[in-house]
């Protein structure tokens, strides 16, 4: 089951709340009643203004203590502010710069609909979208509906997302930033989605089995632009870094996925092309093998040795009682000739 601490964690990947411009004392006040601003001459201003909205205002505009639900030792806050947040929704004219839900309950797959019809029509840029009814209710996101052309950040936590698939990347090709926490997708469907984002820059993926669906490459991650992929608490067989010559910091907070009678086995990490990679954190040889397969290669002892030609930065976990972990170690320094900072954990 999940601890709080963990769903603290994994929450803590998404993007700082977004700066709410307040033009008068009661403005949420308002929102939360009427769904819009409503004193003069600020209800002209609100309307005028790109819409940002964070469900945590109007909780706090309003005084209300969020109702703590329990379940499976997680302690959950919410209140239902479904009804306030159609409201806005419908009546700001748009466009709509942020809409951050992380504190109300999500609503029912029809409302959730009506509200990313709106949120399209009205060109929103940053969408942050957390399921707190999970794990009581398993929703499914309705990624289909989506086709804003300026999204720039898509944040989702806790969804289902089978409707994950190629057909969105004529639709979402804006984005340049996307983080899935909790969700459930094929990693077969992600491959293949990843390589038409083209202006994709930073890819979040946690607690999330990151392959299913694959083949034994596992996740294949194939991008032009990608420049930072941040894997936390994911399981996966392998991830396989294709093609991302604009990779630059790749966290591979990844263990394989237990499975009954079987002894836990080393997660593949296979770097075929990754010359601008300059920052590889979390890597653990009694986790990982990795495996290094690029055309870059530096002299060691008057051998070519295929190499991380750009790394400055490795952190890398070791135990010390498995003999083979120390040579593993120092070859793998030898192939990074412009190393600076070192990290054993």
């Known amino acids: 089951g999940w601890s709080a601490e963990r769903m603290r964690a994994i929450q803590a990947v998404f993007p700082a709340a977004p700066d709410v411009m307040v033009l008068y004392p009661n403005q949420f006040l308002d929102l939360w009643a009427c769904g819009q601003a409503v004193e003069e001459p600020w209800a002209e201003v609100w309307r005028r203004l790109p819409l ?50 992380d504190s109300t309950a999500c609503p029912g797959p029809g409302l959730l609909s009506e509200w990313v019809d709106m949120l399209s029509a009205k060109a929103v840029q940053e969408l942050v979208l957390v399921n707190l009814t999970w794990p009581m209710e398993q929703l499914e996101f ?36 996307l983080i899935l926490v909790g969700c459930r997708f094929s990693g077969q ?43 936390c608490k994911c399981t996966a067989s392998a991830v396989t870094i294709v093609n991302a010559p604009a990779l630059q910091v790749l966290i591979t ?51 070519p040795v ?3 030609p750009a790394l400055k930065t490795l952190s890398i976990g070791i135990q010390v009682c498995v003999p083979h972990h120390a040579s593993i170690l120092v070859d793998l320094l030898g192939s990074l000739p412009r190393l600076q900072e070192l990290t054993l954990w």
């Open 52 to 101: 940002v909205l964070h469900d945590v205002q109007l909780s706090e505009a309003v005084q209300i203590n969020l109702q703590a639900e329990h379940y499976d030792g997680i302690v959950i806050k919410r209140h239902d502010f479904s009804e306030t947040i159609s409201k806005v929704l419908r009546k700001h004219p748009g466009p709509i710069k942020c809409v951050r839900l």
């Open 306 to 308: 295929v190499s991380l």
């Open 253 to 303: 907070g990844v263990t394989s996925a237990p499975a009954p009678g079987r002894r836990e086995t080393l997660v593949l990490i296979d770097l075929r092309s990754a010359d601008e990679l300059q920052t590889l954190e979390h890597l653990g040889l009694h986790l990982h093998r990795l495996q290094i397969t690029s055309d870059a290669t530096v002299k060691l002892k008057h051998r």
């Open 189 to 231: 469907a992600l491959s293949a989605v990843l390589y038409y984002l083209t202006r994709l820059s930073s890819l979040t993926i946690g607690s999330c089995d990151i392959t299913a669906g694959c083949g034994h490459q596992g996740l294949e991650i194939e991008s032009r632009t990608l420049t930072r992929l941040h894997l």
């Open 142 to 177: 309705p990624l289909h509906r989506l086709c804003s052309q300026r999204l720039v950040t898509l944040a989702l936590g806790f969804f289902g997302l089978t409707a994950l698939g190629l057909d969105l990347c004529y639709t979402l090709l804006s984005l340049e930033q």
